[in-house]
């Protein structure tokens, strides 16, 4: 069965403080998987993509890895801002077409 | 440049009342999405439109039916809303099919409620 599950659920850090945010897939056969931002009561927003072949990929604090034989990626949060409080939400795509399979995502909370 | 926009941002339907949501796109866009999102799931698609006059069942298609209008815009109708229909919906465009790595930009949801 295609599946993204995200770990942890939500999650509680101090401004300024590093994390890093899980995701496993079974997704096969797999073409692309994406991170997003969802701020409160707002749609998500892209944060970024990778192929099969990327094993890393950098937007400004956020860098985001994968490990294609594992089917893991994480997504790693450096210097942590308030504004950074959302859920972050990993999207794995499956080959040949716009089926996307969402995971539940991380709750983050920075707090001051 | 509005990017997605979704009209209502909320409604309230009693159980057997119909609706329909709207969504345009400013991009210029071929393809578009309509996904529900309920608590601790991950969005799910419902319908999608690879292009104009094409539209595609996702994975939760039942109560519901589309319409690609024109390039810009892309409507979901319930028919006879049900409580099981409670949920926040969003809209979602992209230049093409995203297994080629394009972009999904997403709308800021209709929040709708069925008592």
């Known amino acids: 069965k295609n599946q993204v599950e995200q770990s942890p659920q939500s999650l509680i850090i101090l401004e300024g403080k590093n994390c890093t945010l899980q995701?496993?897939?079974?997704?096969?056969?797999?073409?692309?998987l994406r991170w997003y931002k969802q701020d409160t009561g707002r749609g998500p927003v892209s944060l970024t993509i990778m192929t099969f072949s990327e094993n890393t990929k950098s937007n400004g604090r956020y860098t985001a890895t994968l490990d294609a034989d594992t089917k893991q990626s994480s997504l790693h949060i450096t210097a942590s801002q308030l504004s950074d409080s959302a859920s972050y939400i990993c999207?794995?795509?499956?080959?040949?077409?716009?089926?996307?399979?969402f995971g539940a995502g991380t709750r983050l909370f920075v707090k001051a | 440049n509005a990017g997605v926009t979704q009209t209502p941002k909320f409604q309230v339907l009693k159980t057997g009342q119909s609706m329909t949501l709207q969504c345009a796109q400013d991009?210029?866009?071929?393809?578009m999405y309509w996904y529900r999102q309920d608590p601790g799931m991950g969005l799910r698609l419902i319908y999608y439109?690879?292009?104009?006059?094409?539209?595609d069942k996702g994975e939760v298609p039942n109560g519901y039916n589309v319409s690609r209008l024109n390039k810009r815009e892309f409507s979901l109708r319930l028919e006879s809303a049900a409580p099981s229909q409670t949920s926040v919906y969003f809209c979602?465009?992209?230049?093409?099919?995203?297994?080629?790595?394009?972009?999904?930009?997403f709308g800021p949801g209709t929040r709708l409620t069925v008592t």
């Open positions: 995701c496993n897939y079974t997704v096969s056969p797999f073409s692309n």
């Open positions: 979602a465009s992209s230049e093409a099919w995203l297994a080629g790595g394009y972009e999904q930009y």
């Open positions: 991009m210029n866009h071929n393809s």
């Open positions: 439109s690879a292009s104009e006059g094409t539209t």
């Open positions: 999207v794995v795509l499956r080959t040949g077409g716009f089926k996307t399979i």
